[in-house]
């Protein structure tokens, strides 16, 4: 049961270019969710979509693009990535919005030089 | 705007003892509340829920409180080992209190000594 998984894990690129996260998961789940994490500020929401070709914005999507053409798939675009974008990238699906639990993936660690 | 509190210096305790661990979260008032477990490296893993009209919720040596009034969520670990040593997250809704998206602590770091 492969579950929520994530690709890459580990990036680096550089100031400027595009860089595409992939989130796939295998339950079929209705809404899935991209965080990024920082020290100091915990995880804060980016994007999050309630089912396919149905998106909205986070806490902090600025300099993020999402899409989701299928149910399974969630990938998130840094269109010109900035160092400010440096952290760690979570992907997380629940079945549901309002008490569901969210299943996360393993994460990317991306750093932009 | 709403804000979660956690305790931000990491809780070093021995192993077999209670660890207590507070989320606090001012400005508006949940109607539930997670709490996740994070290993270094890895994404958050769910641990329990509670709803704001149950006090108390237990699952074998977790227990986690609810306190409306004071705002306040409590999570304990009861006979902790070694193995309990990780960064927990308290995760109520964003407001207006059940659209269901989660707004995240920082984490308290919890360390288990043997």
């Known amino acids: 049961d492969a579950g929520i998984t994530q690709s890459p894990r580990y990036k680096i690129t550089e100031t400027g270019r595009q860089v595409t996260l992939m989130c796939h998961q295998t339950?079929?789940?209705?809404?899935m969710f991209w965080y990024r994490q920082d020290l100091g500020h915990g995880l804060r929401l980016i994007y999050y979509?309630?089912?396919?070709?149905?998106?909205d914005k986070g806490e902090v999507p600025d300099g993020y693009v999402v899409s989701r053409s299928k149910t399974e798939n969630f990938p998130l675009t840094l269109e010109s990535a900035t160092r400010s974008q440096t952290s760690v990238y979570f992907c997380?699906?629940?079945?549901?919005?309002?008490?569901?639990?969210?299943?996360f993936g393993p994460g990317t660690r991306l750093t932009v030089l | 705007s709403q804000k979660i509190e956690q305790n931000s210096e990491a809780l070093n305790i021995q192993e077999g003892k209670t660890a207590t661990l507070t989320c606090n979260y001012t400005?508006?008032?949940?109607?539930?509340l997670q709490w996740y477990r994070q290993d270094p490296g890895r994404g958050p893993v769910f641990l329990l829920l509670?709803?704001?009209?149950?006090k108390e919720k237990r699952k074998e040596r977790l227990k986690v409180t609810f306190d409306t009034t004071l705002k306040q969520s409590l999570f304990h670990i009861t006979a902790s080992q070694p193995a309990d040593s990780a960064t927990y997250l308290c995760a109520p809704p964003a407001p207006p209190g059940n659209t269901g998206k989660l707004i995240f602590g920082q984490g308290t770091t919890l360390q288990v000594k043997p």
């Open positions: 509670i709803r704001e009209n149950e």
């Open positions: 400005n508006y008032s949940p109607a539930y």
């Open positions: 997380a699906s629940s079945r549901g919005l309002a008490t569901d639990t969210q299943y």
């Open positions: 339950w079929s789940h209705s809404y």
């Open positions: 979509s309630a089912a396919a070709d149905i998106t």
